[in-house]
């Protein structure tokens, strides 16, 4: 793991939040990005570590903005391929590259991969950077140009840019879900934009009540420090139960991110109705306080 990985994954992580609370997102494509993954029923049962909706947000969220390279928003389809070259001209050829060179600065393993190697592309790219723009619109200067470019897209960037993508996601799904309030806040959110179903399909055609695995039970059962989320008394693995936060009948989903871990009585109160979940910060937190300096 690269030493940039922590500054990257938040960046990744606050531009996740600043998506999701952007009033002007819609979250559309988001949703038609979802949608598939929900209708196979993979949120939970996946054996991918990230096939729930933080994961499938963070990735979306990186292939959308933070690595827009022909980002196909319809899953199953190619996703990241290398940009046609001959379609950019001047100053885009130079955009472009300028943000490879970046990608591969901040993202290069340096522990593993050939430094030597990349140091010389990135070098020779320097170079580039060196001469006038007008070079670059000759037929030599971007003879030279594709040259360095094509090596440097098949030598690093996919393989640099996959593995990070699956740290970054792991980085965002970790966060996110310690935070059951934000949870719910992307549950909302997302039965806003439309897992609801739409007119003609009520979500209850498709969204079908599942088994929950147990490491989600397990995960969930931590985040919640080994109590019911409502009543907070402490629960053995045995005795707790899960709620669906928006109930399914209510156009939530079986995710993590609609999940939370509850005793017997408290799931029986609630039944189908709608609560607000508490914060899963914990209790000893709101106990620590910032002392004002007196003037
Ligand atoms: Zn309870």
Redesign the pocket.
Known sequence: MGNCYIPLALKLYQKTLEKIFDYDWCGLNFYYYLKPHVRRGELLNSNKSNHNVLGILAKYVFREFIYPLDFDPYPGEKCIETCDIDKLKGDELIWHLEFIVGMIKHHANYATDNMASICKHLNRIDDIFGTPEAYISTRQGKRKFTSIYSKVIRDYTKSVIMANENNYCNFVVDRIFLDRQLCHYIAELIKDIGLYGGYNEPPSNWIKRCNIPKKIKSALYKRENQ???????P?SLSEMTLDHIIPLSKGGHNDLVNLQC??????Q?KSDKLASPESSISSFMSHIHYYKKKP
């Open positions: 109590e019911c989320a409502i009543c907070k008394i629960l509850v005793c017997n009585i408290c799931n109160k």
